[in-house]
């Protein structure tokens, strides 16, 4: 469930982006955005499934498109896995240190 943080990160991302990009972004604008070093390593990426976005087929176009808007979901969500990973992780270094203390 989104935070009000996260929600916040989704709204100001997604208006950056329009902003810069429009509302679709193209691979190249993806590329620049999530700092892949190519178009291919990008497309080998979601190939791969590495990346869980939402892309559009668009009609007579060729490449990989998607939403300002759902890259901004996608962008929030990695914050906030990423931070209950910190937040595990400070969980089980406190854990731990009890334990030993405990022993």
């Known amino acids: 469930m989104p935070t009000d943080q996260s929600t916040e990160l989704m709204r100001v991302s997604a208006a950056h982006l329009i902003g810069r990009y429009g509302l679709v972004l193209d691979g190249a604008a993806l590329v620049e955005v999530l700092r892949y070093p190519s178009v291919s ?25 998607v939403h ?26 406190s854990h731990t240190t009890r334990i030993e203390k405990g022993a």
């Open 41 to 65: 390593a990008f497309e080998r990426s979601m190939q791969r499934g590495h990346l869980k976005l939402k892309t559009l087929k668009l009609p007579n176009r060729r490449g990989i498109f």
């Open 68 to 93: 300002a808007q759902e890259l901004a979901q996608y962008l929030a969500r990695a914050s906030e896995n990423e931070q209950d990973e910190l937040e595990d992780s400070r969980s089980e270094s």
